[in-house]
């Protein structure tokens, strides 16, 4: 397993990252994904052909967590960026740990044999066949629903059981990509709870990869600590 380094960033509060802060941190949702994705890249973007090979996580506005490969480097002089930790977790079966995930899951639709299905945001997929005024009244007990279900599959393939899991809030982003491009829709799930280790090599490994889609919007890194 190749080897990871957990590091906390924070955008600087004095000249010039203050004076960019409404422009580097907008309030709306979707362009605050947007500039983060942006500006946590200036840290890893040591290439034009570099691929993401980092994990990133929004803990407050302008603080950021980050799982890499490599230990940001900040050219540009907007981050205060604390040492790098090596990522070793120590786990052992049966360990039992809490956990923060802000996730976009998603379950394969309208694929056919060898054809792999579209990948579609499970809180949507769950309330789709209902009226459009139907579903805001719905997607509260569907995403409980769902985001348990999906918690327990990706556990079972990737090293643990879910235990304890709250379901915190649940928004749609939507990206523009372009005057040319259509915009592009995924739903983010901010989960809690607890789970159990079962295979620690594979959950450490699997931490590492990141859960569900959209990681390079900030989505998929999984916060734990011991319960």
Known sequence: MIAKLLSRVRLRDDVPAAALRAVLMPEDKAARAATSHQLIWTLFADAPERERDFLWREHAPGLFY???????NDLHGLFEV?????FSLALQVGDSLQFDLRVNATVARGGGPGVRGKPCDIVMDAIHNLPVTDRAAA????MNTVAHDWMERTGARTGFRLRELAVLGYSAIEMQRGRLRASAKFGVLELHG???VE???LFTMSIGAGFGRAKAFGCGLMMVRRA
Do not use: H, Q, Y
């Open 199 to 201: 295979d620690p090599s």
């Open 194 to 196: 607890i789970l159990r």
């Open 66 to 72: 980050l799982l890499s490969e490599r230990a940001p």
């Open 82 to 86: 604390a040492p790098p930790k090596d």
């Open 139 to 142: 997607r509260t007990s569907a």
